[in-house]
C-alpha cells in the first residue's frame, strides 16, 4: 500500500502539530516547515502528493507557494488556510490555482474530507486519461476543442467554483460533467438543474429539502438538491434565472458549506463542488440589477468558455458520424453513414442551435434516409417545403390508416398525436401479419422510420 506523502507550511508550531496529529492518524507521512524558504527546500528534495499552507508567512503568502508549485510541481494539489471569514483571501487562492481552502479554526472533519479529495488526485496518469477519453460532446480535433479538454482536465483537479458560459445548445452541461468525471469527486454524484424550470414557490424546497408537514403538500421530508449532491457535483443550468430572493438564499448556502430545510431549525452540513452556467451575459444582469454582485463573485471565481459550432466546422463531420452511431444503437438499427454533400451541406450551415441543432437534423435524417446513406436532401436543411412535405406525408399516410380519431375538448396535444400514431402503427401491422416492411410501406415511411418509431413509442 502506498503511503502519501503532505508537506504542511505555517508559523504557528500549535498549528503544525494539529495538522501533523491529524493527518498522521490517517496514515499520511508529513513534513513541516515554518515559513516559505523552509517550505521550498523541503519541495526540491521530496515529492510530497499534498501541500497545506497558512496564508499569512514570515517571508512571504501562500499565494506565492501555491504560484511556485503550480509551476514546478502542478500534479501536487495545494489547500489555503485562510483567516475565518475571508472569503477574499480564499477566492485569490483558487484564481491561483489552489485546489482548495481551509477556514481557521480548522474542522477537522472538514480538514479530512479535504485531504481525501485531494489524494483521490494522486492516481496514475492513465486513470485520469480514461475519463478524459469518455465519449461525448467534447469530441473533435480543432485548437478550440483541444483547448476546452486542457481546460476541463485542469479543472477538475481544483475545488473552485467554474462558471460555463456558452450558447444554448452547445454542451455546456457536458463540459460540467466532464469536469466532475475527472476530478476527486468522480465517484459521487453529478446533479444537474435548469434553474429556469423550477417554478419560484417551489425553488427553496428543491434546493435546500424540506420537513414533512412543512407546508401544505409536504407529506414526506425531502433532502433537495444541495444534499442529494453531498460528496458530489451540483451543476447549476440558466443560473440567470434564479429570483433575487433565491439568489440570496443560494449565496448563503455557498458561503457557510449548509443549508436549511424548509420548516427545520438547523442548517445540515453539505459537501460539494459547485458548477453553473447560463446562455446569458451575466455581467450585464449585475449591472442592470438582475443578478447579485455578491453571488456572482463567488460563482464566478474561474469562468470557461465553450465554443459555438459554427467556430469549429472542422469537427462537424466527427461530431456527426458520432451522433449517427449513438443513434443507431439507441434505436437499434443499422448505422446510417453521411454522403460527401450532406457533409457539405453541414459544414456551410451556421448552426445557430449548436450541437443540439446538428442532434435533431440527424436524428431526422436518420428516420428518413434510405438505403442507410443520408445525403444533403435528406437533411432538410433551409428548405421548408421539403422538410414539411414529408412529414405531411408521412402524417397523411397515418391519418389514412387511422382516420377516426377525432379530439373533442381540452387536449394534451403531444400525448393525442402518439396516440394516433401508435393505433395508426398496429393497424398497420395487423393488416400486414407483423411484416414490418410491408406495414412501413403501407404507412408511407421508411423501414428505418419504422423501427425508430416502434422504439420511440416503446412498442417492441
Not at 483571501?89 to 489552489?98: D, F, N, Q, V, Y
Not at 440567470?240 to 448563503?252: G, S, T
Not at 469549429?312 to 449513438?326: V, Y
Not at 436532401?377 to 397515418?398: F, Q, R, T, Y
Request: hydrophobic share 40%; aromatic share 4%; charged share 25%.
Amino acid at each position: 500500500m502506498t503511503t502519501h506523502t503532505a508537506l504542511i507550511v505555517d508559523d504557528e508550531p500549535d498549528i503544525r502539530d494539529l495538522l501533523e496529529i491529524t493527518l498522521t492518524r490517517m496514515g499520511i507521512k508529513t513534513l513541516t516547515a515554518p515559513d516559505l524558504t523552509s517550505a521550498l527546500k523541503l519541495l526540491e528534495s521530496h515529492n510530497p502528493q499534498l501541500c497545506l499552507t497558512d496564508m499569512n508567512l514570515p517571508d512571504g503568502n501562500g499565494i506565492e507557494l501555491v504560484q511556485w508549485i503550480q509551476q514546478h510541481r502542478p500534479a501536487t494539489p495545494v489547500a489555503v488556510i485562510t483567516a475565518y471569514g475571508n472569503m477574499d483571501t480564499a477566492i485569490e487562492s483558487l484564481k491561483a490555482g489552489a485546489f482548495d481552502f481551509v477556514s481557521k479554526p480548522v474542522e477537522l472533519n472538514r480538514l479530512r474530507e479535504l485531504v481525501n479529495s485531494a489524494l483521490k488526485l494522486a492516481q496514475p496518469e492513465s486513470q485520469e486519461e480514461s475519463a478524459t477519453d469518455e465519449p461525448g460532446l467534447l469530441l473533435g480535433n480543432s485548437v478550440q476543442i483541444k483547448k476546452l479538454r486542457n481546460q476541463t482536465r485542469k479543472l477538475a483537479r481544483s475545488q473552485a467554483p467554474v462558471f460555463i458560459n456558452g450558447e444554448s445548445g452547445s454542451g455546456k452541461e457536458l463540459v460540467a460533467r466532464m469536469i466532475h468525471l475527472q476530478g476527486p469527486r468522480r465517484d459521487g454524484p453529478f446533479i444537474a438543474v435548469n434553474c429556469g424550470a423550477i417554478p419560484s414557490e417551489l425553488m427553496e424546497s428543491e434546493f435546500f429539502g424540506h420537513k414533512k408537514g412543512s407546508f401544505t403538500g409536504a407529506v414526506d421530508n425531502k433532502e433537495g438538491l444541495f444534499r442529494s449532491a453531498d460528496g458530489g457535483t451540483l451543476f447549476l443550468d440558466e443560473v440567470a434565472d434564479l429570483p433575487l430572493a433565491m439568489q440570496v438564499k443560494l449565496l448563503r448556502a455557498i458561503q457557510e458549506k449548509a443549508v436549511r430545510p424548509v420548516g427545520d431549525t438547523k442548517e445540515i452540513p453539505v459537501d460539494i463542488r459547485l458548477l453553473s452556467a447560463t446562455h446569458k451575459n451575466l455581467a450585464e444582469l449585475v449591472q442592470g440589477g438582475g443578478f447579485r454582485q455578491d453571488l456572482f463573485y463567488r460563482i464566478n471565481v474561474i469562468e470557461l468558455a465553450v465554443p459555438p459550432l459554427r467556430d469549429r466546422k472542422d469537427d462537424i463531420e466527427l461530431l456527426a458520424n458520432h451522433i449517427l452511431e449513438r443513434i443507431a444503437r439507441e434505436y437499434e438499427c443499422d448505422p446510417a453513414v453521411l454522403n460527401a454533400d450532406a457533409v457539405e451541406r453541414l459544414k456551410e450551415h451556421d448552426f445557430p442551435g449548436n450541437v443540439r441543432e446538428l442532434e435533431n437534423i440527424l436524428e431526422r435524417a436518420f428516420t428518413l434516409c434510405d438505403a442507410d446513406r443520408i445525403s444533403a436532401a435528406d437533411l432538410h436543411m433551409g428548405n421548408g417545403m421539403a422538410s414539411g412535405g414529408s412529414e405531411v406525408a408521412s402524417g397523411a399516410a397515418i391519418s389514412d390508416a387511422c382516420p377516426t380519431l377525432v379530439p373533442e375538448g381540452d387536449i394534451d396535444l403531444e400525448g393525442y398525436l402518439e396516440s394516433i400514431e401508435r393505433q395508426a402503427i398496429e393497424k398497420a401491422l395487423e393488416a400486414t401479419r407483423w411484416n414490418k416492411t410491408a406495414a412501413a410501406k403501407k404507412l408511407g415511411i421508411s423501414f428505418r422510420a419504422l423501427r425508430y418509431r416502434l422504439k420511440k413509442l416503446g412498442m417492441e
